[in-house]
């Protein structure tokens, strides 16, 4: 019989801001700015876009439209990419944090946030406008939203670039290589000179050589060795001799 979550037995788990702050602990740097990238990208929302002058009764008058009251498909996209930012960088953290390893976001963030300064560079020239506006502008509030895109991208670039530079032979200054190196020892033909040269992608390596596979030095070579030796050293005590006697 389960317990209820109220009895004592019952298991609770941590609730939704304890999870966020656990996830957002998990991030790394980069990530962290890319999730404060994406909140102000929907700040920005809240903020005047444009602005309009309309006819009144008695003449004309000037008002501002936020990105709500302007909605239409840059805003929808602006809203979805700032909030599907925030749950992937939160599903990332989490899995992080209960140690499991998930795909990387770094790129997925830097597509994220150009498709979102490209949706906002279009919404620029795109001005609403029609019915009763006489005429229309841009406000300081679509150009905040630019720069929180263009800086989400660039923290999507950065976390990118310094993946691939921790990452074992990337972003290094030296060329990739072709493939695989394959490595293996000489046969006794391609000791002795024969058969055909070795690719050039192959390392090959020399088979360590045993006591037993030296050559045994012979009783008159080692007698000549000993020989010269007593030559060298009596040659070296006569000659003081020799030229006290000159």
């Not at 941590?14 to 890319?34: K, N, V, Y």
């Not at 790129?107 to 005429?135: Q, Y």
């Not at 300081?140 to 990118?160: E, F, K, Q, R």
Request: net charge positive; glycine share 12%; proline share 6%.
């Amino acid at each position: 019989m389960m317990a209820s979550a109220g009895e004592p037995g019952a298991h609770t788990g941590p609730s939704l801001p304890a999870r966020i702050l656990r996830a957002f602990r998990a991030l790394t740097g980069e990530q962290r700015w890319s999730g404060f990238a994406a909140l102000a990208l929907w700040i920005t929302l809240f903020l005047p876009w444009y602005s309009e002058t309309v006819r009144v009764s008695k003449g004309v008058a000037g008002t501002s439209l936020s990105a709500w009251s302007a909605f239409g498909l840059v805003q929808v996209l602006v809203l979805a990419i700032s909030l599907g930012t925030l749950a992937l960088l939160f599903v990332r953290g989490e899995r992080r944090a209960l140690g499991a390893h998930s795909a990387d976001t770094a790129l997925l963030v830097l597509v994220l946030g150009g498709v979102a300064a490209v949706a906002v560079l279009w919404g620029i020239f795109d001005r609403p406008g029609g019915g009763v506006a006489v005429a229309s502008g841009i406000e300081w509030g679509i150009v905040i939203a630019l720069l929180a895109a263009i800086w989400l991208a660039w923290t999507g670039l950065s976390s990118y670039r310094n993946q691939r530079a921790a990452a074992p032979g990337g972003g290094g200054g030296d060329a990739p290589s072709s493939g695989p190196v394959s490595e293996r020892r000489l046969t006794r033909r391609e000791r002795m000179g024969g058969g055909e040269p070795p690719p050039e992608s192959a390392r090959w390596t020399e088979p360590a050589r045993s006591r037993r596979d030296e050559p045994r030095e012979t009783r008159s070579a080692r007698e000549e060795r000993a020989l010269r030796r007593d030559d060298a050293s009596q040659l070296s005590l006569e000659l003081p001799h020799d030229h006290f006697d000159e």
